[in-house]
């Protein structure tokens, strides 16, 4: 069964995981959250986020607040995977620190014996420093540092869908400054375009998944919220979320294309 109401122009998939811990060689995607954006004008399209299933413990739930009972009955890795396939086939990997979500995806996709073709990256770690230059040295390169430097407005830090919703917005502002040359955003379409995905079967029963965003989504594809009693248990978990939470080990072995400034392919 195809994935349902996917636009069929390509562009960029602005991703962000919340993992059970910083390896992904040792850690599990405990939530994933997809903003699709066309080319060239970087609108949103569609919108994806589930809680997964992660196998055992969700992690640090002081950081990215799901506690465990919140992935009962949510799918696992594997459920997801064709679907997630169809939403990152043919477009740009957008990350902020593109390299860990990369990192844990690869992984994830890897344990069900599936590897990722070369995916052409685009980091806004990357460009925020080129852009800020002093300000990341003193204010820090995480999202919402970076965000709050260009004048954007807070968000929901830390869940997966809130994140890449901020991540769409930092990368349109990153490319609007001087640094932001968009240039070779059309080499990396192409080159996106060009990769090989395998093909992914998909399961017969709908795709249930969970959205634990407190802000409703603007446009595009939306996920379901499964059980208020989760909504309760995530409010449960009290405490300010850190600005850019637990840092990402470098996944070693993971191949991957080098990730993008732009200004440097032209």
Same mark, same amino acid.
Not at 9 to 21: C, I, K, P, W
Not at 205 to 223: C, D, E, F, I, K
């Given at each position: ?7 069929? *122009? ?64 949510? !799918? ?107 240039? !070779? ?52 978990? *009290? ?19 080098? *990730? ?7």
């Amino acid at each position: 069964m195809p994935s349902p109401q996917l636009p069929t *122009s390509r562009g960029l998939a602005v991703v962000d995981v919340e993992a059970s811990g910083r390896s992904p060689w040792r850690h599990r995607v405990v939530e994933i959250g997809v903003v699709l954006l066309d080319y060239p004008l970087l609108r949103v399209e569609a919108e994806f986020s589930t809680l997964i299933d992660p196998g055992g413990p969700v992690g640090p739930t002081a950081v990215h607040r799901i506690v465990q009972e919140q992935v009962v009955g949510a !799918p696992v890795f594997r459920e997801i995977a064709p679907h997630l396939a169809d939403l990152l086939r043919g477009r740009v990997l957008v990350g902020h620190h593109v390299r860990c979500d990369h990192g844990f995806l690869a992984r994830e996709f890897a344990r069900i014996g599936v590897q990722l073709p070369e995916l052409p990256t685009l980091c806004t770690m990357a460009l925020a420093e080129r852009a800020l230059g002093d300000a990341v040295a003193e204010h820090g390169r995480g999202l919402a540092a970076c965000a709050a430097a260009l004048g954007l407005p807070e968000f929901d830090a830390h869940t997966a869908l809130g994140d890449a919703r901020a991540t769409a917005a930092l990368l349109r502002r990153l490319l609007a400054t001087p640094t932001g040359n968009a240039e !070779p955003m059309r080499a990396l379409v192409d080159a996106a375009q060009a990769a090989a995905w395998p093909k992914l079967h998909h399961r017969a029963a709908p795709l249930h998944t969970q959205n634990r965003s407190l802000a409703p989504a603007p446009t595009g594809l939306r996920s379901t919220a499964r059980s208020a009693s989760r909504t309760a248990a995530r409010a449960a978990v *009290s405490g300010r979320r850190s600005a850019y939470g637990v840092p990402c080990a470098v996944p070693y072995g993971v191949p991957a294309v080098p *990730s993008v400034v732009m200004g440097e392919m032209a």
